[in-house]
């Protein structure tokens, strides 16, 4: 290569790799939907996207206030656990035992054999454990300080 070539920039074929710290929403939108269609061109269409997948259970007091909940999705033989919550004045009473168990008999009946959710050493990983869901991962100072867990379960 001269010293012309190189001074001219990159060839039309060539990629420049960049960071782009505040990328912008077209750019984005490109990324999602160019893996979601090789994804999709793989496997067929993403079942998290398909309500029916979709899982929410919520703990409602008696005048109907949401106390608590889960979420999460089941695909294929897994149900993925996204989030359990239980406020504050409610824990220690049974609601989050309810909650997961309500998630686990529905992932059953859906077909699922595994359960998989993360947790982090200032949630619950004692709750899980002690409800049959054994570590597989840990991630060190993720965040910086703090331990993330990867728990799953065998359901059926």
């Given at each position: 290569?001269?010293?012309?070539?190189?001074?001219?920039?990159?060839?039309?074929d060539?990629?420049?790799?960049?960071?782009?710290?505040?990328?912008?929403?077209?750019?984005?939108?490109?990324?999602?939907?160019?893996?979601?269609?090789?994804?999709?061109?793989?496997v067929?269409?993403?079942?998290?996207?398909?309500?029916?997948?979709?899982?929410?259970?919520?703990?409602?007091?008696?005048?109907?206030?949401?106390?608590?909940?889960?979420?999460?999705?089941?695909?294929?033989?897994?149900?993925?656990?996204?989030?359990?919550?239980v406020?504050?004045?409610?824990?220690?009473?049974g609601?989050?035992?309810?909650?997961?168990?309500?998630?686990?008999?529905?992932?059953?009946?859906?077909?699922?054999?595994?359960?998989?959710?993360?947790?982090?050493?200032?949630?619950?990983?004692?709750?899980?454990?002690?409800?049959?869901?054994?570590?597989?991962?840990?991630?060190?100072?993720?965040?910086?300080?703090?331990?993330?867990?990867?728990?799953?379960?065998?359901?059926?």
């Amino acid at each position: 290569m001269t010293l012309a070539e190189a001074l001219a920039g990159p060839e039309r074929d060539e990629l420049v790799v960049t960071l782009e710290s505040h990328p912008d929403e077209t750019t984005q939108i490109v990324l999602l939907s160019g893996l979601a269609a090789y994804n999709e061109s793989r496997v067929g269409p993403d079942p998290v996207r398909q309500p029916q997948n979709h899982l929410c259970i919520a703990a409602r007091d008696g005048d109907g206030r949401v106390r608590g909940g889960l979420q999460g999705v089941t695909i294929g033989a897994w149900l993925a656990i996204d989030l359990v919550w239980v406020e504050e004045a409610f824990r220690g009473q049974g609601a989050g035992s309810r909650l997961l168990a309500k998630a686990e008999a529905v992932a059953v009946e859906r077909g699922c054999k595994w359960s998989i959710l993360a947790t982090f050493e200032f949630q619950a990983p004692e709750f899980y454990l002690a409800r049959d869901y054994v570590e597989y991962a840990r991630m060190e100072d993720f965040p910086a300080g703090h331990t993330r867990f990867q728990l799953r379960k065998a359901l059926a």
